[in-house]
């Protein structure tokens, strides 16, 4: 496999990975955030403590596929920097 392949399916698997974390820390915090609302825990079959944990790891999983995907698309970023730069330099 090339390294341009090897990029752009590492990209394609940090991507899925940031979404599969944030659906995971959205769903559990608003789990923690009701955690007081018996209605939802009849929805919803997750105990508070676990609701906690998987939080918590979810959280550490996305910020490392974040900080992994920053740097992938490090070249992206920074011409989205340059052009924000120079559009509020021309007002």
């Known amino acids: 496999m090339d390294s341009h392949r090897l990029h752009h399916a590492v990209r394609r698997v940090v991507s899925l990975i940031l979404l599969a974390t944030f659906i995971i820390v959205a769903v559990t915090g608003v ?38 995907h920053a740097y992938l698309n490090r070249h992206s970023i920074k011409s989205y920097v340059k052009a924000l730069i120079l559009t509020t330099e021309q007002r």
């Open 31 to 68: 789990i923690l955030l009701f955690k007081s609302s018996i209605a939802l825990y009849r929805l919803v079959p997750v105990k508070g403590l676990l609701a906690a944990k998987l939080h918590e790891y979810a959280a550490f999983v996305m910020t490392g596929a974040g900080i992994i």
